[in-house]
Every structure is written in structure tokens, then in C-alpha cells.
């Protein structure tokens, strides 16, 4: 604003002679005007801002002068060897993660490796000038469909069983997409010590391990070594189907008004530690699936049973609260 008010006086009130050439990326603009004791006043202005300078008298024909300067700006505005698809899109440094990953999809180049907005920038830069050939990748091709997949696996009880071999480069791809710091929280909710884990990439493959261990835990993917999980009868199903598993189940009926059911629920929650993969650990409502609870014919609560991880066939139970280490030599008993 400075550089053309400071134009516009210097038209008005004399003979003006403008120039302007490019330094690093940008122009400098000089204008030079008679003054009436026979010096000029220069005043030069360029994107760090305006000086002000006297010199000798320059004449010439203002109207003259700018239009040499309107050719100029015309000629040297567009690079002839830039991309002119490329004229209208915004600076990478100043659009949104979103907006760059969504750029860089619809190019049909992947941005799974790039970790921080600078990575990002740098990759859209490359697309942009042609260095990087968009040729789809398996993880822009099919991440919509898979996420959607993982996440109504991961989310829901009543997902078919993960009969498949675990899939670790869809699941890589899905946690590369989150944050560093929703990485740490997954981490921690799973008790994965991540304290030492710098880079993101670790982060990855430490969930990527844990995801592939729970799988190969559990056939219903509800279930995670070392924890109580809270379970449906569709999953149980699945759980207990014969030749699902090779590790026991350990169930405990309960109910939310029961007493003694409140007492034993962080003493399961430590047993569940200290069991780790060696058994599965659930828990069913039995007041939320009563017909569930009559098949297991429960008379007395809380109601813990073992079954067998091959057959699905009950080996033991007990009613009445039980403390950690009575849990733990109960779930031993058939290891």
C-alpha cells in the first residue's frame, strides 16, 4: 500500500520516471521526481518495506514511464517454464494438512510416509513440478474402504471373526493417518510403555505388534491379553466357538446392583495383569442378556467360569467374590 500511494503522489505533482526489476522472487520499484530547485526525490519500495532518498534530477515523460512499467510486469509476471496449472493454487506453507493430503490424493500420490507438515509441503512442491510421478498407491486406492472396515471392527462386539491373516500394512497405514499424541493415548490405554519411542514410526509398529498379538488373543478381536474386557453374547459366542482359541476363557457373570460384584472388579482387573496372554478375561451383564445367563444355568452372583479354549467347554466355576490370587490360581488350574 506504502509503495503505490507513494506512486500516485509522485504522479501527481511531477515528472516521474519508474523502473522495476526482480530481486530474489519479487520486484523493486524505483520512481524519481523533479523537484522545483533542481533535485529529484527517489523513493524506492520493495516487500521489506520503503526508503526514502534524494538524488539528482531524472526527466522524463510520466505516462510514458508507466506504461514501460505495465509491459514489464506483464512480461515478467508468469515464469515461462512454470506449470500453468499451478498459477492459482495456494502456497503449501499456507494450507491446511487436510488440504495438502487431499491435494496430494487426488494427484494420486501417497502421503503415508510423511509424518509432519513439512514432509507434507515438501511432497506437494515435487508433485507440483512434475519430480514425483502420481501413480496410485495401494493406500490411496483403498484407505476410505479399509478404515471404514477397521473402524466398524474395532468399535462394535458383533463383528464377524477375524479369520484372516492380520493384515499389518492396512492396519500401519490407519495409525500412520493419526496423531503423534493419539498414538501415545493408544498406547497407553493398551499399557505399551512408549516413553522411549521418538519417532512416530515407533509409536506405529509398537501398536502394529499389539494389534497383531490381540488378534491371534482373540477371535473376535474384542478381547486384549492383560485386561478385562466387557463383552455381549455375540461375542462370547464367537469366543467360545470350538477351535477358536487355544488360551481358557475366564467369564465373570455379574450384575451392577450386586455388592460382592463390585468388591471383585479390581481384584479381576489385577489378575487380568498378571494372566497377561495366558487367558482370555471377560465379563457379561447378566441383568442386559438374561437368556445368555440362563444357558449358563447362574443361580448366584458373581459367577466365575474357565472354559476350555478348544472345545468351548465349561471346566469349573465358582459363585461368590474371589480375591486376585484366588482368580489367578483358578485361571493356572487349566493352562
Not at 518495506?49 to 515478467?76: D, P
Not at 455381549?232 to 450384575?255: N, R, S
Request: negative net charge; charged residues 25%; hydrophobic residues 35%.
Amino acid at each position: 500500500r506504502g509503495m503505490i500511494l507513494s506512486m500516485l503522489l509522485l504522479l501527481a505533482h511531477g515528472a516521474v520516471q519508474v523502473s522495476s526489476f526482480s530481486v530474489s522472487g519479487g520486484y523493486y520499484w524505483a520512481a524519481h521526481r523533479q523537484n522545483c530547485d533542481g533535485a529529484s526525490l527517489r523513493i524506492s519500495a520493495n516487500s521489506k518495506g520503503i526508503e526514502h532518498q534524494h538524488n539528482t534530477a531524472v526527466f522524463t515523460n510520466r505516462h510514458n514511464a508507466y506504461a514501460n512499467a505495465r509491459t514489464h510486469l506483464s512480461s515478467t509476471e508468469i515464469d515461462s517454464d512454470a506449470d500453468p496449472g499451478t498459477a492459482d493454487k495456494p502456497n503449501p506453507s499456507s494450507m491446511r494438512i487436510k488440504e495438502i493430503k487431499s491435494e496430494l490424493n487426488e494427484m494420486g500420490i501417497s502421503s503415508a510416509d510423511c509424518f509432519d507438515k513439512e514432509s507434507l509441503c515438501d511432497r506437494l512442491v515435487d508433485a507440483r513440478s512434475g519430480n514425483i510421478k502420481g501413480v496410485k498407491s495401494k493406500s490411496s486406492a483403498s484407505t476410505t474402504a479399509n478404515d471404514a472396515t477397521e473402524k466398524s471392527t474395532s468399535t462394535t462386539t458383533t463383528s464377524p471373526s477375524s479369520s484372516s491373516p492380520f493384515d499389518r500394512e492396512s492396519a500401519a497405514v490407519e495409525l500412520r493417518s493419526k496423531r503423534v499424541k493419539e498414538l501415545r493415548t493408544m498406547c497407553a490405554q493398551k499399557d505399551i510403555r512408549w516413553a522411549n519411542m521418538i519417532e512416530k514410526e515407533e509409536l506405529v509398529r509398537a501398536l502394529v505388534d499389539y494389534q497383531e498379538k490381540a488378534a491371534d488373543f482373540s477371535p473376535s478381536g474384542a478381547l486384549s491379553p492383560g485386561a478385562v474386557s466387557m463383552v455381549d453374547d455375540a461375542v462370547l459366542e464367537k469366543e467360545l466357538a470350538p477351535g477358536a482359541a487355544t488360551t481358557p476363557l475366564m467369564l465373570d457373570v455379574f450384575a451392577t446392583w450386586c455388592g460382592p460384584c463390585k468388591l471383585m472388579a479390581p481384584q479381576l482387573d489385577e489378575a487380568a495383569s498378571e494372566l497377561g496372554d495366558k487367558v482370555r478375561v471377560a465379563k457379561i451383564d447378566s441383568d442386559q442378556y438374561p437368556e445368555f445367563s440362563g444357558r449358563l444355568k447362574i443361580s448366584g452372583l458373581p459367577t466365575i467360569i474357565v472354559f476350555d479354549g478348544q472345545t468351548g467347554k465349561e471346566l469349573e466355576r465358582v459363585e461368590g467374590a474371589l480375591m486376585k490370587d484366588q482368580l489367578v490360581q483358578l485361571a493356572k488350574k487349566h493352562t
